[in-house]
């Protein structure tokens, strides 16, 4: 049973647009989500995280959006730039779990020129 | 950057050999974790330390054992590599719970093989 869900498998979008990465849970207990980024040949690196308690997380280029209700989160960049080509793994993580997080498919994104 | 590497980082190796990964790590951090990633499948947790001699199974442990002897080592074990254990192996590293950050910082990964 995937418990967070990224039904996009790619994404592509032009340079200097906004991209739009979505991700669905199923775990009410989640309480703390996160967005990755991996490279090809590379592991996966920390991009913006946000608590259940708020509903909005800035940092720079991106923002992450939680709805609770919905159990949706999205990763918005703004402006989309080529080197933001990637993989986006969002992960969602509840307490007293010892930090293990549960991640998501993956979301392959392309921004082209 | 954290100070994670993983050896080898790249291996082939036959069915029913064993084969063991090492992850070392440089920032003494307490949690330590080891992950599989495949095609559809994103990132499964396969084992996790959460002190020395302290491990728990992750969704995906049939086949692995782990081993934590000192708190910048972790191993992962395959007892009898399959066909089916071919992937991307990842470990990583997470400070605390009790800042409820929950961060994990990722090695760069090993390739494994099984033919």
């Known amino acids: 049973d995937q418990q967070v869900k990224q039904n996009s498998p790619s994404l592509s979008v032009q340079e200097g647009r906004i991209s739009i990465l979505n991700c669905d849970y199923t775990?009410?207990?989640?309480?703390?989500f996160l967005w990755y980024k991996k490279y090809p040949a590379e592991g996966p690196t920390f991009l913006i995280s946000?608590?259940?308690?708020?509903d909005k997380n800035e940092d720079g280029r991106f923002t992450v959006f939680l709805n609770k209700s919905a159990k949706h989160l999205s990763l918005h960049i703004v402006p989309s730039q080529p080197g933001d080509s990637a993989v986006y793994f969002c992960?969602?993580?509840?307490?007293?779990?010892?930090?293990?997080?549960?991640f998501g498919t993956g979301t392959r994104l392309q921004v082209t020129l | 950057d954290a100070g994670i590497t993983q050896s080898p980082r790249h291996k082939v190796t036959e069915t029913g050999t064993p084969v063991t990964l090492r992850c070392h790590q440089t920032?003494?951090?307490?949690?330590m974790y080891w992950y599989r990633q495949d095609p559809g499948h994103g990132l499964r947790l396969i084992h996790y330390s959460y002190g020395v001699k302290d491990t728990d199974k992750g969704e995906v442990s049939d086949g692995y054992s782990v081993s934590r002897s000192k708190t910048e080592d972790f191993l992962l074990t395959l007892e009898s590599a399959t066909s089916s254990q071919t992937s991307v192996y990842f470990c990583?590293?997470?400070?605390?719970?009790?800042?409820?950050?929950?961060?994990?910082?990722f090695g760069p990964g090993t390739r494994l093989t099984v033919t």
């Open positions: 946000i608590s259940s308690i708020k």
């Open positions: 990583a590293i997470s400070e605390s719970s009790r800042n409820r950050k929950n961060e994990q910082y």
């Open positions: 775990n009410s207990m989640f309480d703390y």
């Open positions: 992960a969602a993580n509840s307490a007293g779990t010892a930090s293990k997080l549960t």
């Open positions: 920032e003494n951090h307490r949690y």
